[in-house]
């Protein structure tokens, strides 16, 4: 059952870039939930303003979806599709500052 023992997933923001790190196998269901550690990558005070993430089926349908203010490391609640299947993970943000950052990632969703 090494579905059960998926990769870590990290999303890296600095002033500049926002990056998946990690990624993965999670098993379907709600009751299956995981977390996304969202990483203050800046070498001086952390990015404000606000992250969405969002999981979509292939062709864009969104299936979940959280919001969170930037400024800390924090773990952000990643609620798995009920239908395994291969799924893209994408988080948006506009910092303070005006800066537009986008980054995307794909998530394997298996049977749980």
Do not use: Q
Request: with cysteine.
């Amino acid at each position: 059952m090494t579905a059960a023992i998926a990769s870590p997933l990290a999303l890296l923001i600095a002033s500049n870039a926002l990056t998946f790190a990690g990624g993965g196998t999670i098993l379907a269901g709600k009751h299956n939930a995981r977390r996304v550690l969202l990483i203050n990558g800046a070498p001086d005070a952390p990015p404000r303003g606000k992250l969405d993430m969002f999981v979509t089926e292939p062709r864009g349908t969104p299936v979940s979806g959280e919001s969170v203010h930037l400024g800390e490391t924090c773990w952000i609640p990643l609620l798995p599709p009920d239908k395994p299947g291969l799924y893209v993970i994408r988080s948006y943000t506009v910092l303070d500052s005006g800066i537009r950052l986008e980054a995307r990632g794909l998530l394997t969703v298996a049977k749980g």
